[in-house]
């Protein structure tokens, strides 16, 4: 059976390739990338001749039947503009598909932005979420943020730099002026990396340029839990749901910290907003 090579790329440096991910691409006949003009000047510089086949966003979906017709009968490597394929990049439908159908999967490892921006950053490393591009629009990317307001391990996250200045007020809205690292056009000519807090960062970055990878400190965890929108959505499911307030404040009280005598007063405050809400209802369907 064909094999479907997973392959890293270098993120900036073309020296970060590896020696077997070279002699893969040297040895299959095709390779399905994201960007064909950036991975022919990888190909170029290691004098790889390798037939190639674009595979990006806009015709993953197009091109995933060939590609698995493709499979049936030959190897196929898979590559990304930069790093891993699949992480914040196409891959996924290909990969997974792949796995469905009892092709085997091969990776071969090798840079990462987000290891590499965790392991500079200075910030903890035992744990960290990735929460890939953060959401274009303030009030998604405030709702995404604060979906992980109470994450105690380093949160990574990538943005674009038009997006930076506005991504950074909104964190520093929902998480608070926490410590932060900022890598920019990481193992590339200009590479930096801003360590500080997020309003130090905020007066820095004025006018950003390249690509970002910020690398957030997660929840302090003496720190005392705070009632969120996120925890009122929570209280209101749980009460759509029939399910009694005690037992309801008992296991959002186990999941947050938050006092169950804070989330009781919570409970009966918003109580008071669905009731009302569902007289609100009663009432329009009467009126049908």
């Known amino acids: 059976m064909p094999t479907l090579y997973v392959i890293a790329t270098p993120i900036g440096n073309l020296e970060d390739i590896s020696l077997r991910a070279l002699r893969v691409l040297r040895e299959v006949k095709l390779i399905a990338a994201e960007d064909t003009r950036k991975t022919k000047r990888l190909l170029s510089r290691y004098?790889?001749?390798?037939q190639?086949?674009?595979?990006?966003?806009?015709?993953?979906m197009v091109k995933l039947d060939y590609l698995l017709d493709y499979l049936q009968k030959d190897d196929l490597a898979l590559v990304s503009?930069?790093?891993?394929?699949?992480?914040?990049?196409p891959g996924y439908e290909l990969i997974a598909t792949a796995g469905q159908r009892g092709i085997e999967i091969v990776p071969v490892p090798g840079p990462s932005a987000v290891t590499t921006a965790l392991a500079v950053s200075g910030l903890p490393t035992d744990?960290?979420?990735?929460?890939?591009?953060?959401?274009?629009k303030s009030g998604e990317r405030k709702r995404?943020?604060?979906?992980?307001?109470n994450e105690t391990g380093t949160i990574i996250a990538l943005e674009t730099p038009h997006r930076l200045p506005a991504a950074l007020d909104d964190i520093l809205a929902v998480l608070g002026?926490?410590?932060?690292a900022i890598c920019r056009e990481l193992t590339k000519l200009h590479e930096e990396t801003f360590r500080g807090t997020i309003s130090e960062a905020i007066k820095y970055f004025v006018n950003p340029r390249g690509e970002f990878t910020l690398v957030i400190e997660g929840k302090d965890k003496k720190e005392k839990p705070v009632l969120t929108k996120n925890t009122e959505k929570q209280l209101h499911e749980l009460y759509l749901s029939g399910v009694k307030a005690r037992e309801a404040i008992a296991m959002v009280s186990e999941e947050t910290g938050?006092?169950?005598k804070e989330l009781y007063q919570a409970w009966l405050k918003l109580d008071k907003v669905w009731e009302r809400e569902r007289g609100s209802c009663?009432?329009?369907?009467?009126?049908?």
């Open 47 to 50: 004098d790889i001749n390798t």
């Open 52 to 60: 190639m086949t674009s595979y990006f966003e806009h015709n993953k």
């Open 81 to 89: 503009e930069a790093g891993m394929p699949g992480i914040s990049d």
């Open 127 to 136: 744990r960290f979420l990735y929460i890939g591009f953060l959401p274009h």
């Open 144 to 149: 995404a943020l604060d979906s992980v307001i």
């Open 177 to 180: 002026d926490r410590r932060i």
């Open 258 to 260: 938050l006092s169950k």
């Open 282 to 288: 009663n009432n329009a369907e009467r009126r049908k």
